[in-house]
Every structure is written in C-alpha cells, then in structure tokens.
C-alpha cells in the first residue's frame, strides 16, 4: 500500500518537474528568441514609418500607416539601383570563377596522384589559419600599384579561389568510390569527361552550398570593398548603405536608412528561408562568416 | 612516362587556383612580413630607408594603438565567454524539446545570414537616446531612461556595452547549429542511465553534456577567439564614420590596421605600420591558438 503511494508520488513529482522544465525551456528559448527577432522586426516597421513618426517620443510599436513610399524614396537617396547592379555582377562573376578553380584543384588533390601532393595540400590548408589582414594589406599595395582602384577586376580576382570550398570539395569527392572512376578508365573515359559527368553531379549539394554561401558572402562584403572601390560608381550595397545615411549622427532620415536596410537585408532572409538546407549544411563544416 | 604524363595533368588542373593563391595568399604573407620592417616604406613607389623596428617602435609608442589593442581583448574575454554559454544553453534546450524545435531552430539562425553593417545599423537605432526602443523599455521599468549609448559624447562604457550586445547576438547562430549538431550525436543511454540513478539535471549537464560536447566547445573557442581579435566590421556598423569612433575610443586592432592603410601620410610610411598591426595581430592570434589547442589535447574528452 505504501509503497503504492510512494510510485505515484513519485510519478506525480516527475510530472510537475516535467511540466516545469517545459515551462522554464520553452520560456528561456521563447525570451532568446525575441531578443533576436526584435531587430528585424524594428528595422521593419521603422522603414514604414513617416519621418515625423520615427522621431516620435516614445516610439510607437507599430507604424500608424504604411509609409511604402520610403522604399522609392530611399533608392533614390544614393545611386541604390548602380550598387545593387555592382554587387550582383561582382557576386556572380567571382561565384562563377570560385566553383570552377575549385572543382579543379578539389579534383586534383582527390583523385590525381602527383609529386608534392600531400605537401602542397598542408600548405593550403595551413593559410586558412592566418588572418586575412595579413594579405589584404600587399593585396591593397598590388591593386592599387596594377592601377586597379575603383574596378571590378580588383573586387573580383582576388576572390575566384577559396582553400576552405577547395577542402569541403575535395573532401566530398574523396567519398565517391575509386571503382567509378576505374570502371571509367577502363570504359575509355578521359578525366576530364569523368569529372564532368561523374563527380560534379555527384557532388552537387556541395557545389550549391558553395555557391550559395560564396553568393552571400558577396552580398555582405564589407571591408574589401571599402578599401578599394569607394567611389560612388563602384560602390557595393553594404559600402554603399554605410556611406549613403551617414551625416554626422545618423539623426535624420532614419525612415529611409531602415528601409535601404530592409531591401538589404530581406533577400537574404528569403534566401536562407528557401535554402536553409543548404547553407546549414556548408556553415556546420565551416565556420568562416562571408 | 605515365606517371609523368599525369604529374602534369595534375598541376594542370591545379594550376588556376595555384596561382591565384601564389598572388593572393602566398606572396602577399611574406610581403606583409616584409613590410613591417621597412621603415618609412612608400607603397605607391616601393621605397624604403631601410630595415628595421622603426614600424613596431611607432605603433608601440602610440597611445591610440594601445587602446585598441586593450579593446580587442576586453572584447575577446567578454564576448567569447558569453556568447559560449548563451549558445550552449540555447543548444540544450532546443535538444530537450520536441514541438516547435525547427522553428526556433531557424529563428536562432536568422542573425548567421544577415549582414553585418546592415543590422548594425539597426541596433544603432534602437539604441538612440531620445527614440530608440532600449531606452523606451528601460523607461517601462521606471528608470532614468535618456541613456546616450552610441552617440557622441556617449562614452567608452556604453558604446563597449552596445558593442559586446551586438557581437554576442551575431555570434549565437554558428555556435547553435555546431553545439546543436555534437548534442545530437550524443548517445541517448548516458542520459538514461543517468535517469535511472535520478540524476539531478545541473550534473547531468556539468558530468554528461559538457564533457562529451567539449571537442565542439574547443573548435567553438577556437575560432570564436579569433574571430573576436578580428573584430572590426561591427564597430563600423554601430558607430559608422572614424570621427565618431575616436570620440568613444572604441576602435580595434583591425580598426588602427585600416585606417594606417589608408592614412594619406603614405610617404611616412603608413603602410607600414599597418603591416606591424597586422603582424602583431597574427602572432597574437597564433599563441592564443596554441593555448587553446594545449588547453584542449588536456581537457577534451575524445
């Protein structure tokens, strides 16, 4: 009888220690959570709101009427129209060159054997520990000496190669059983036709990841640009969203400052809502942001 | 012969990004290395009086210098630690819980993707003194709420406050998704082993969590410690133009790197004194590393 009662007691107290774990979790995760939301969503209802409203004393929390008319307004602010076109050309064209040198070198240390392989394959590696500012400074000297400040060559070329999506590559390659690529040989197939026929589409979810995350890393690149294309012809979006509401407190025209954020901002959430798969699966391997 | 014919197809098939990386990567490495001990370097012209400490004396003497170096490890220490805690947290509780998991899930990975300079700009809003939403809530709890905390005059505390907040909430997502992932590939019979002997849940999380999550805690500091040190983008984001990071004193390392590159005093040498930065930068970046990777190979458990 006793012991009865002590069973459902017990059971009885496990379930309000479930039921109270469930409520601290899901309070815990639920206050996070806000707090990461809220900037979105301020930056949102701010890039609706009138100019008299953002300047409102308290904030309201909700704009009073949708103000679609800063979006236009803010475009028009800057050149908005030239830095979007400047940073999808350069994004694409870099992203293009960065699958190719990469599926190549991927292939070369994956499944071609040759003199110095595993040496030259450390030494890639290796420059993956050493910060970027190491290079950007000669990088900056050489494009600036080759006369190539404010040009697309200097936003491009320096960045058509990437050792971290040469090793996922490669890494990913490795998996695909010799067999096919003896059975190839045997069949006559040069590599070549091999590596265009068998690997690449094998690989393809790699490849997507990396054009996906080298495409967003594009999108928000920062410091290079700023260093070597700030005129107003060649900025990119991010430079040119810094540079464009910047007088001297960022006081006035917040209106239109959020609603450039926004259009900034919002393809990328779309694109990691679509493709999330995908870039969770590059980032868990990775850890480079860009 | 055939092993020759396919040593050059390999070198063929390497060769775009090889010499990328020979003008991009390799070169430009030993040139910076270069660089800082070339004193009074011009770059534009390439020359130099002579070789030297001349670059290290200048950045060492200089206050401003100093100030961002303390800045960075006063960011490093503060941050790293938080944003490691608050992700592992987050990451155990999203283990622990069955609805809604993909949807916070994504949620926590909303900042991952966003742009930096962007979303700075949008905290710098809600951080504004007069109409900002922090000082509004801040105003709710019934205190002094015309707080100045990114404007001019604003102060080294409270810009470093704004700036740690920012840097923790861009930090969260990645360490998330690679504390999420080694959660998940825990066996599930330690915890109900644990169970069964009614282990209290702070020393299942101190005795079974931590110590079979510790080699994703190590690659997490790792490269959150260096990330950190880099720190850079965020400053510009939240306080935007040089003026106005000098008045808070809240500039970094990478910071003090930049604006010597693009000092117009190029004849004086600031080239080089970028390039010391950014030596010190890295030697400073590879002791931590090997502190880091000593601390590991004693306390993670493989």
């Known amino acids: ?290 | 012969m055939v092993e020759s014919k396919n040593n050059l197809k390999a070198w063929l098939y390497l060769a775009p990004a090889l010499i990328l990386m020979a003008i991009f990567i390799f070169y430009p490495l030993f040139n910076t290395i270069l660089i800082a001990f070339k004193e009074k370097y011009n770059y534009m012209t390439g020359e130099f009086t002579q070789f030297g400490f001349g670059n290290f004396a200048f950045i060492f003497r200089n206050q401003i210098f100093w100030r961002t170096v303390s800045n960075t490890f006063f960011i490093v220490f503060v941050s790293v630690p938080i944003s490691i805690m608050l992700s592992l947290l987050i990451a155990v509780g999203l283990n622990s819980i069955k609805p809604l998991q993909k949807v916070f899930q994504t949620i926590f990975f909303l900042p991952y993707v966003t742009n930096t300079i962007a979303i700075g700009m949008v905290f710098a809003v809600m951080f504004n003194q007069s109409y900002g939403l922090i000082n509004t809530i801040i105003g709710w709890l019934g205190l002094d709420n015309a707080i100045n905390w990114v404007g001019y005059g604003a102060g080294w505390g409270r810009a470093m406050t704004v700036l740690l907040i920012y840097s923790v909430w861009e930090a969260l997502p990645f360490k998330i998704l690679i504390f999420l992932s080694g959660l998940q590939g825990i066996d599930k019979q330690y915890y109900q082993a644990a169970q069964i002997d009614s282990t209290p849940r702070v020393r299942v999380f101190t005795r079974i969590t931590v110590p079979l999550l510790s080699p994703m805690i190590a690659y997490v500091a790792v490269t959150s410690f260096i990330g950190a040190f880099k720190e850079y983008t965020s400053v510009v984001a939240l306080f935007g133009l040089d003026t106005s990071i000098r008045d808070k004193g809240i500039g970094t390392i990478v910071w003090f790197l930049y604006r010597s590159l693009s000092d117009p005093r190029v004849g004086e040498g600031s080239a080089g004194w970028a390039a010391a930065a950014a030596l010190f930068l890295f030697v400073i970046i590879l002791i931590f590393t090997f502190i880091n990777l000593y601390i590991s190979k004693k306390r993670v458990h493989y």
């Open chain 1, 1 to 290: 009888m006793t012991e009865k009662m002590n069973v459902k007691n017990l059971e009885k107290s496990y379930k309000v220690e479930l039921i109270l774990k469930n409520i601290l979790v899901y309070g815990f995760l639920g206050i996070m959570a806000i707090i990461v939301v809220v900037p979105f969503y301020w930056m949102i209802i701010s890039a609706l709101k009138t100019q008299a409203e953002t300047e409102m004393i308290p904030p309201t929390l909700f704009p009073q009427l949708l103000n679609f008319q800063n979006f236009p307004n803010a475009m028009m602010q800057a050149d908005f129209a030239r830095y979007i076109y400047n940073t999808i050309f350069v994004g694409v064209v870099s992203t293009v060159g960065t699958v190719v040198t990469t599926i190549f070198a991927a292939f070369a240390f994956a499944r071609l054997e040759f003199k110095g392989k595993n040496i030259l394959f450390t030494l890639f590696l290796a420059t993956m520990m050493i910060p970027g500012e190491m290079m950007v400074i000669t990088n900056y000297i050489t494009v600036a000496r080759l006369g190539w400040i404010d040009t697309y060559q200097a936003l491009i070329i320096p960045f058509v190669v990437s050792v971290f999506y040469i090793y996922l590559l490669r890494q990913n390659f490795k998996q695909i059983p010799n067999e096919l690529y003896l059975a190839a040989k045997v069949d006559g197939t040069g590599d070549f036709k091999y590596l265009l026929r068998v690997m690449v589409p094998i690989a393809m979810p790699t490849i997507i990841s990396i054009t996906i995350l080298k495409l967003i890393g594009s999108w928000n690149a920062y410091i290079w640009p700023n260093l070597v294309a700030d005129s107003d012809s060649m900025r990119l979006i991010t430079n040119g969203l810094r540079k464009a509401f910047t007088d001297d407190q960022g006081r006035s025209q917040i209106h239109l400052q959020m609603a450039a954020t926004t259009v900034v901002t919002v393809p990328l959430l779309l694109v990691f809502l679509f493709l999330r798969k995908y870039i969770m699966q590059g980032v868990s391997r990775s850890g480079i942001k860009g």
